[in-house]
């Protein structure tokens, strides 16, 4: 049995209403106990029981560690260029994927390991302890498959991305190649991962064929994930809803029907500011989700060609200065927003029985995230109780 004491904690963001004010379930002059893994004790730092290992955090604000509910990091190459055609003019468009699966499938098992060690590191480094991993950038059995298990050794979170984008040799036969992924790679995949994901946007999958896709996955005992409304108005927050989805990500161009739906169902709705940043797009309208009742997430979204960012602290800036959510909103999101999305009552929360999974900042409140952009604030990570990250 080991025992950490976190103490002088000056602002504590537990998630948990029962334990601290709001619903960030603040305290202050705070500590946290972690036993074996799990926090075991929450209280003021003055009454901090004896533990094995004591940090004094002299003031610094701690909160649950991050929960990153989207990214692909399973690729090879970069797409700089595109990046910085767009900046110069040129719009986004979903066939760009094709350029990353060329570059994945050319790649060896350890290379797309490497890569992915590489951006979990950095995810670690901005305070991110949980980070699910999709696959989607091989859109064969044989590419998929080695995804799903390169995602495997590094998260628990795999997601399937099984219908990206219909790969170049399926070109104008979207209807053959979903065919081919609910025949053969949806089997072959399936217990791999927990969840299974389409892009359900023009120039990708459309309704009929994404539900085919999900439908399969779920059939195979995978839970279902969206992109939907990413780049223009369509059935991807309809059909997340239909199908129960555990989130709908992106959600940038929805209708009052959309928001409507989603606030009457359990499916989360993932913001993904990065991605509207990165092309230039018009942001999520965060505030009538919000008002309207819906759950919202904050993830990065970390992707060679449309948010080349692991930062769910920039996320949080982004989101309180061009979505209008409040500081309290953009911090829940990307903490205990994450866990619902990945349908986790462990994690994004800071009270007993749940993982020791933590973030102490160089600043005195979480506020500080947004308040203070591009600086890395993140000074000490603990996942499971043990210290990962120190800056
Ligand atoms: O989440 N929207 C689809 N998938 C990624 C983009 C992938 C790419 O352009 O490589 C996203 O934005
Ligand atoms: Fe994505």
Redesign the pocket.
């Known amino acids: 049995m080991s025992t950490t004491a976190l103490t002088g904690i000056g602002v504590l963001v537990t998630n948990d209403p029962t334990v601290g004010e709001g619903r960030l379930g603040i305290r202050r002059d705070a500590a946290v106990v972690f036993e074996d893994g799990v926090v075991a004790w929450v209280g003021n730092s003055a009454d901090a029981p004896a533990a094995d290992i004591a940090h004094d955090l002299d003031g610094r604000a701690v909160l649950p560690g991050f929960v990153e509910s ?1 990214s ?1 990091l399973v ?1 090879a190459g970069d ?1 700089a260029e595109e990046f910085a055609a767009r900046m110069s003019g040129q719009k ?1 468009a ?1 066939g ?2 094709r ?2 699966i060329e570059a994945t499938r050319a790649a060896t098992d350890e290379q797309l390991a490497a890569n992915v060690r590489r951006l979990l590191d950095e995810s670690v480094r901005t305070g991110s302890t949980t980070v699910e991993c999709k696959s ?2 091989g859109q064969t059995v044989e590419h998929e498959l080695r995804s799903v298990q390169v995602a495997g050794r590094f998260t628990e979170e795999v997601t399937l ?1 099984a219908a ?2 219909p790969p170049p040799e399926y070109a104008g036969r979207a209807d053959d190649y979903v065919a081919m992924v609910v025949g053969e790679m949806i089997p072959k995949c399936a217990p791999h991962a927990t969840w299974i994901d389409v ?1 359900c ?1 023009e120039g ?1 999958f459309d309704r009929d064929q994404s539900h085919a896709v999900l439908t399969a996955g779920m059939a195979h005992g995978l839970v279902p994930r969206v ?1 939907g409304n ?2 223009r108005q369509g059935p991807g927050v309809q059909l997340a809803v239909e199908l129960g989805a555990a989130s709908v ?2 959600v940038t161009h929805v209708n009052a029907d959309d928001i409507e739906a989603l606030a009457h169902s359990d499916t989360v709705a993932t913001l ?1 500011p990065g ?1 509207d940043f990165s ?1 230039r797009s018009r942001y999520p309208d965060a505030r009538a989700l919000l008002d309207a009742g819906v759950t919202v997430a904050l993830g990065a ?1 970390c ?5 080349y960012t692991t930062s769910l602290p920039f996320c949080i800036a982004i989101a309180v200065r061009d979505l209008r959510m409040t500081p309290d909103e953009a911090v829940w999101a990307a903490t205990a927003g994450g866990a619902k999305a990945l349908r986790r009552s462990d994690i994004g929360v800071l009270s007993p029985g749940a993982r020791a999974d933590a973030i102490a900042l160089d600043a005195p409140s979480y506020l500080h995230l947004a308040y203070r952009p591009g600086v890395p604030l993140i000074s000490r990570v603990w996942r499971g109780g043990a210290l990962v990250h120190t800056n």
């Open positions: 989207h692909h690729f797409r986004y979903a760009g994927i350029t990353t989607g950038y991305l990206h984008v892009f946007e990708a992109h990413q780049l990500d992106h993904l991605a092309t979204d992707n060679p060609g449309t948010s």
